[in-house]
């Protein structure tokens, strides 16, 4: 059988711990199991029982409610965790746990503050993820109304960026990330890659000084001016010259400035010698 001494140690040791504290049960439940033991009660006993008990120990009420008032204000702290940091913070000011005191625990300036210390949900964690995001989409989507430094080009004035703004950060996020993506695609198709257009053009000259410097005529069809088919044989090319005038045989066979309509002599020549029947 425990002394009354060991009993009262047992209580003094419930009474340093806030969550446990004066509550007529938990007070109860030490009692018996230090009636339990056959061995002096020691500090090291005590931390046994405690650990044995604490399963069945009731929460203060006090307690609780500071608590609850506190995460209702900050539920990205609600973590039991963060309940034994906050504990420990109060315990060596000699403060009590209620509302008021945890807040100050956040307050900056305060030599006190423990937020450093404290682990987020992973709730919070995730809205911090798409409280960055959504800035970084925002910025990406009304750039283009932004000049190199960063003021408002003059096509558009602030009242229109500045609700622009708030027209894109009032979507739900996975709206605005639907958003962010059909701008992106769009502003894609609408630019072609310095490679891609260096290609082309390099494609380009190198098949027009093909054309330029070949000694060979190109290979030309002639169509039919009156039909807008290709000839279909000597008789049709030689009606189609007569029916021609001086100035329009000229023009039919050279330019303008007198070159060379290049392929087109070469062309007559061969239906004219039956390559085209």
């Known amino acids: 059988m425990a002394t009354n001494g060991e009993v009262q140690k047992g209580w003094e040791y419930l009474d340093a711990i806030p969550r446990y504290r004066r509550v007529d049960a938990n007070v109860n439940l030490m009692s018996h199991a230090i009636h339990s033991e056959d061995k002096t009660i020691t500090t090291e006993i005590l931390h046994k029982i405690f650990n044995r008990i604490k399963p069945k120990l009731a929460i203060n009420g006090d307690y609780a409610e500071a608590y609850r008032v506190f995460f209702e204000k900050h539920p990205e702290y609600a973590l039991e965790c963060n309940m034994a940091i906050l504990d420990a913070a109060l315990i060596k000011r000699s403060d009590a746990v209620t509302a008021e005191n945890l807040e100050e625990l956040l307050l900056p300036g305060n030599p006190h503050n423990v937020i450093s210390q404290l682990a987020i949900t992973a709730e919070a964690r995730q809205a911090q993820v798409e409280a960055r995001e959504t800035e970084r989409m925002i910025s990406e989507i009304t750039g283009y ?62 098949a027009q000084r093909k054309e330029i410097f070949s000694t060979e005529p190109p290979d030309v069809e002639l169509l039919n001016p009156n039909t807008n088919q290709p000839f279909t044989g000597r008789k049709e090319l030689v009606n189609f010259l007569n029916s021609l005038s001086r100035e329009e045989t000229r023009a039919y066979f050279s330019f303008p400035e007198g070159r060379p309509k290049p392929g087109v002599a070469e062309a007559v020549t061969r239906i004219l010698k039956g390559a085209v029947q």
């Open 145 to 206: 109304m932004l000049d190199a430094k960063g003021k408002v080009k003059q096509e558009y004035t602030e009242r229109q960026y500045r609700d622009k703004i708030a027209g894109l950060r009032s979507m739900p996020f996975s709206q605005l990330s639907a958003r962010y993506d059909e701008v992106i695609r769009v502003r894609g198709l609408r630019k072609t890659p310095v490679e891609a257009i260096r290609a082309v053009v390099k494609t380009d000259a190198k």
